[in-house]
């Protein structure tokens, strides 16, 4: 049984910082590509970063520069820094693979607001 759990989310100001973790039971997850996505309420849930089996990177432009997708294969985590953050930024935050069929955490909320 696959289980994807996100951490880390929390309320932050304005060009602060927060790392969103996202660790995974049931998969490994440095042999699948995984997603970072983000959706606030009335719009659709939008692909902010991924992290292929290769390492490769990639990014939506509203977040290139500030955040960073990574993951350790011994501790089977993923995680996304986000600096810099913006009130544009606020979202609940999931993060998601596919493996014959697509698989999402529970999301963890990010606030960024004075």
């Known amino acids: 049984q696959v289980q994807l759990v996100e951490s880390g989310g929390g309320l932050v100001q304005p060009g602060g910082s927060l790392r969103l973790s996202c660790a995974a039971s049931?998969?490994?997850?440095?042999?699948?590509?995984v997603d970072w996505y983000r959706q606030t309420p009335g719009k659709e849930r939008e692909l902010v970063a991924t992290?292929?089996?290769?390492?490769?990177?990639y990014y939506t432009d509203s977040v290139k520069g500030r955040f960073t997708i990574s993951g350790n294969a011994a501790k089977n985590t993923v995680w996304l820094q986000m600096n810099s953050l913006k009130p544009d930024d606020t979202a609940v935050y999931y993060c998601?693979?596919?493996?014959?069929?697509?698989?999402w955490g529970q999301g963890t909320q990010v606030t960024v607001s004075s």
């Open positions: 998601s693979t596919y493996l014959r069929t697509r698989y």
């Open positions: 049931g998969i490994i997850l440095n042999v699948v590509t």
């Open positions: 992290i292929t089996r290769g390492g490769n990177t």
